[in-house]
């Protein structure tokens, strides 16, 4: 739709007119300006006052939660006051100015909590490549935090590459091997409420921790009723064998007693487990670690088996990783509900007003709008 100012030229229009309608106009844009949205972070269980921007203490004024009015006895004066504030309490909070309903002041508060001291840990599941550092806290604090780790190796500072996933992680390359001096790693976590850190420093050898072997199986070994044979893969993580050979730890079991036996194998990827009870199903898992240093992995998928019988009782089954593969669960959305922000309202509710005194003034300046 076009406007077009029509000035009517046999009533020459007074040009107070025109300062009245530059005023009427600068006046509305003034109102109807959003002050902008402050954010406010606050401690749960703390007392939190707001004060209504720059309106006078004792101004009577309306403040608002979510778009809701709150409450007079929230106030002193014109300030908000919230006392022990839980997670609730996070929100749009507006302040209008008594009877015009001028909005004055926005914040948005956010209740979190400063961050405990983060968890760090270090490994090497690739040695002699690098290792990685991850972390985290052990309780959320409800608001973003920012993470700065600092890695040092012979004074000297060494670049942690984060991961794009997971994000809590980054990784280090070993640039001097079998080196003596520690290194000591540095992790700083701050948000809005305060900051915490934690630093570690441990021996390159000490942090080697490779993943658990791989592909492990158990069979029957036919015509032998106390025999299995358990066969494994390096884990496909540890990068030269030739190099840093792995030593291996089998533990078994049969499935109806609690009790395991033990067998470390400094050698092959392959064991013959010559004691288990005749028509016993068992339960088997591996162990790897480097044979010089560091520490033993965690233990492989757990495989059963049952020796051979002369009418096989059980069939072997392989990897018993499948019974821990979740199904996967469609995730029900809850899809976001419309918020109405208050200030767009009263936004388009203005424009309107805005439409009505426009007409009056040109009316009054003799100006026809076609
Ligand atoms: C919050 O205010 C109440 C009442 O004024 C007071 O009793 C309490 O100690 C205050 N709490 C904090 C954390 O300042
Ligand atoms: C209101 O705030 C003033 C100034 O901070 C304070 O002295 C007064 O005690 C408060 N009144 C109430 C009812 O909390
Ligand atoms: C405001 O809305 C948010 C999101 O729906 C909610 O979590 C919060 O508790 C509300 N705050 C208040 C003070 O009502
Ligand atoms: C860091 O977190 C610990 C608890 O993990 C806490 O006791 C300590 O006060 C925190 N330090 C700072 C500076 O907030
Ligand atoms: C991280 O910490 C180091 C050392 O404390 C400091 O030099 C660096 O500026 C920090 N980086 C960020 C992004 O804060």
Same mark, same amino acid.
């Given at each position: 739709m076009d406007l077009i100012l029509l000035p009517q030229m046999a009533y020459p229009v007074p040009a107070a007119c025109y300062v009245v309608l530059a005023t009427a106009l600068v006046v509305y844009a003034q109102r109807h300006s /959003?002050? !902008?949205?402050?954010?406010?972070?606050? /401690? =749960?269980?703390?007392?939190?006052? #707001?004060?209504? *921007?720059?309106?006078? /203490?004792?101004?009577?004024?309306?403040?608002?939660?979510?778009?809701?009015? =709150?409450?007079?006895?929230? =106030?002193?004066?014109?300030? @908000?006051?919230? /006392?022990?504030?839980? @997670?609730?309490?996070?929100?749009?909070?507006?302040?209008? !100015?008594?009877?015009?309903?001028? =909005?004055?002041?926005? #914040?948005? %508060?956010?209740?979190? @909590?400063?961050?405990? !001291?983060?968890? %760090? +840990? $270090?490994?090497?599941?690739?040695?002699?490549? *690098?290792?990685? $550092?991850?972390?985290? %806290?052990?309780?959320?604090?409800? &608001?973003?935090?920012?993470?700065? &780790?600092?890695? +040092?190796?012979?004074?000297? !500072?060494?670049? $942690?590459e984060k991961e794009a996933a997971p994000k809590n992680r980054c990784y280090i390359r070993y640039l001097h091997l079998f080196s003596s001096k520690k290194y000591k790693v540095t992790l700083t976590v701050a948000n809005a409420l305060g900051s915490n850190s934690t630093t570690i420093s441990f021996d390159e050898f000490a942090i080697v921790k490779p993943d658990p072997p791989e592909n492990v199986v158990a069979k029957p070994i036919s015509s032998n009723a106390r025999r299995l044979l358990v066969t494994w893969q390096y884990p496909s993580s540890w990068p030269d064998p030739d190099s840093f050979p792995l030593k291996f730890f089998l533990r078994y079991r049969p499935l109806i007693i609690d009790q395991w036996q033990h067998v470390e194998l400094t050698d092959g990827t392959s064991h013959i487990i010559t004691d288990a009870y005749a028509g016993k199903e068992y339960i088997i898992q591996v162990a790897a670690k480097d044979n010089e240093i560091g520490t033993w992995s965690d233990w492989s998928v757990a495989v059963h088996a049952t020796p051979w019988t002369e009418e096989p009782k059980h069939l072997t089954t392989e990897a018993q990783g499948a019974e821990t593969t979740t199904a996967s669960t469609s995730a029900f959305v809850v899809p976001p509900t419309t918020r109405i922000d208050s200030s767009d309202e009263a936004g388009s509710d203005g424009a309107a007003a805005l439409s009505v005194l426009l007409g009056l003034l040109l009316g009054l300046c003799g100006i026809h709008l076609i």
């Open positions: /959003q002050p !902008e949205s402050h954010v406010h972070y606050a /401690q =749960l269980g703390s007392n939190v006052t #707001v004060p209504c *921007g720059s309106v006078d /203490q004792d101004a009577p004024v309306t403040w608002t939660a979510n778009s809701t009015d =709150l409450d007079a006895s929230l =106030l002193n004066g014109s300030r @908000l006051v919230l /006392q022990s504030v839980d @997670l609730s309490h996070s929100g749009q909070y507006s302040c209008y !100015e008594g009877s015009s309903w001028h =909005l004055k002041y926005r #914040v948005n %508060l956010k209740v979190g @909590l400063p961050p405990k !001291e983060p968890v %760090l +840990m $270090c490994r090497s599941n690739n040695y002699p490549n *690098g290792f990685y $550092c991850s972390w985290h %806290l052990p309780s959320p604090t409800y &608001i973003p935090d920012t993470f700065n &780790i600092t890695v +040092m190796h012979d004074s000297k !500072e060494i670049t $942690c």
